[in-house]
């Protein structure tokens, strides 16, 4: 039972991976949301949904990181009543071994409000997207999705024979490095070697990529994380259908368009481009040893002896988020690169300790020691070894995630898009030259002229204003450089 006024937690799925296959009642959720707390792995569009102003918590694993569960367990309980809404963003279904249950309990002990909300589990989603129903009138009558590690590591001890002889499809989810294992439990349960098997990586993304083999070869198969394997006769079918695919596997960065489902942004997808819509720098509070967001170090931004900044991004992050940027007064400020020290000097601050050091380990090196508090803003994917050193040189460290790109990696991308003139000087002044794709379009002969202004190639210009020509500007971009033919602008 939710009271009128009292906080609510939602446990929400945001689905296999496809942005497109959230569900209405998790976006609408999202739109209300006041904190939200995601996986990863979950799409940036899809955290497009929530409010400019929610605080954004990334708990997912990363290399060499973790968040531990009952840490997130708590997080939810202390958010719960700092907030409204808060809502526990998780890939897939949230009680698909989305550990949603442990969550809904956790809130249940505190007397807290929560709500689930389904989501498309990429368990039976994943599979679909490749071609392969989990049933089939006669091939499988039934399927089994089962993890492929266990918490305390290696290979769950499944009844194997059972498994082996039973005929349904089996789902694997979460078993790319003990897939060795799996297959060897299988054969020596008598599930034949030729069993069909299909591994589908990153599934229902404009990265998908799908690998069919049998059983016999799963231990050899050339698979990354993220997949779902599928063990039986039903992964020999094929039923993919015959979407339009002219820009399957183009990642391409679609500037100056606004909210998660743009128009623009969806008919590019739907013929198979992964899109990336950039925004500015967003608070996010990592997994880092003493789960901190943004917004709560901030609230107490006087205890800090220090504050450290680890690139342009962080300088921005945290002064958008000051209620006051006079609450510095006091503080010492550090910058590791020029081009964060640029930064805070074009906001009128100077660092009390700078350098164009070359690693984490050389700044480690030069910061003085001490015992006193230190705030550290670091961007998604900076070196996590960093809070540690510092903490060895006697300090007592916060460590944050203060910013991150909403659009990834955007110089690894195919393409850029630039909608407007404004969309230009906007990613640029927010992501920097260094962020730009290899090949840059334009929408209109407005946005060329601003491209070329700030000294960017055009490599296409759609030849008429509207969606649909541009989409169609991009194909033709798109088959030019497939089939090794310069692609120049038309003008």
């Given at each position: ?281 967003v608070g996010i509070s990592p ?126 991308a195919d393409l850029v898009l ?20 290899r090949h840059r379009g334009s ?49």
């Amino acid at each position: 039972m939710k009271l009128e006024n009292a906080p609510v937690v939602y446990l929400v799925g945001a689905g296999p991976g496809d942005p497109r296959l959230l569900t209405l009642r998790a976006a609408e959720v999202l739109s209300q949301a006041d904190a939200v707390v995601y996986d990863h792995l979950v799409d940036p569009r899809i955290l497009a949904h929530a409010p400019s102003g929610a605080e954004l918590i990334d708990v997912g694993k990363r290399p060499g990181q973790s968040s531990h569960q009952a840490r997130i367990n708590e997080l939810l309980v202390t958010l719960a009543r700092r907030f409204h809404h808060v809502v526990r963003l998780k890939g897939g279904d949230p009680f698909v071994f989305g550990r949603g249950g442990e969550e809904a309990a956790r809130l249940a002990e505190e007397g807290i409000a929560y709500e689930v909300v389904p989501g498309v589990s990429s368990a039976i989603a994943v599979p679909a997207y490749a071609g392969i129903p989990v049933t089939h009138r006669g091939t499988s009558q039934g399927f089994i999705v089962m993890t492929g590690h266990q918490e305390q590591g290696g290979t769950p001890g499944y009844p194997w024979e059972v498994l082996a002889s039973s005929g349904l499809t089996l789902i694997v989810l979460m078993g790319v490095a003990h897939r060795g294992a799996i297959a060897e439990s299988l054969l020596g349960a008598g599930m034949p070697p030729g069993t069909p098997v299909a591994a589908i990586t990153w599934g229902t993304t404009a990265r998908q990529h799908d690998v069919r083999a049998t059983l016999g070869d799963l231990a050899e198969m050339n698979v990354e994380s993220p997949a779902v394997i599928v063990i039986g006769e039903a992964a020999a079918l094929d039923f993919k259908g015959t979407p339009p695919t002219t820009l399957a596997g183009t990642r391409i960065v679609v500037a100056g368009v606004e909210g998660p489902a743009d128009p623009l942004s969806t008919a590019l997808a739907a013929l198979g481009a992964e899109v990336l819509t950039p925004g500015p720098a967003v608070g996010i509070s990592p997994g880092l040893p003493g789960v901190e967001g943004l917004g709560s170090a901030l609230e107490r931004i006087g205890d800090y002896e220090w504050c450290v900044f680890t690139s342009p991004e962080t300088v921005d992050a945290v002064i958008a988020s000051l209620a006051d940027v006079r609450n510095l007064a006091g503080r010492k400020l550090a910058a590791l690169g020029n081009a964060t020290v640029q930064r805070l000097a074009e906001l009128h601050l100077l660092p009390d300790a700078a350098g164009d050091w070359s690693g984490a380990w050389e700044f480690e090196a030069d910061f003085p020691s001490g015992a006193g508090r230190l705030l550290l803003a670091q961007s998604d994917g900076a070196d996590l070894a960093l809070a540690d050193g510092m903490r060895a040189k006697g300090w007592e460290v916060d460590a944050i995630v203060a910013a991150t790109s909403t659009g990834g990696k955007l110089a690894e991308a195919d393409l850029v898009l630039f909608t407007s003139p404004a969309s230009v000087e906007n990613f640029l002044e927010t992501h920097g030259r260094a962020a730009l794709p290899r090949h840059r379009g334009s929408a209109n002969p407005e946005t060329s002229t601003a491209m070329e202004l700030n000294s960017i190639a055009v490599d296409f210009e759609a030849g008429a204003p509207g969606i649909k020509e541009v989409v169609v500007a991009c194909e033709r971009w798109r088959a030019a450089v497939s089939g090794g033919t310069p692609c120049a602008a038309t003008r």
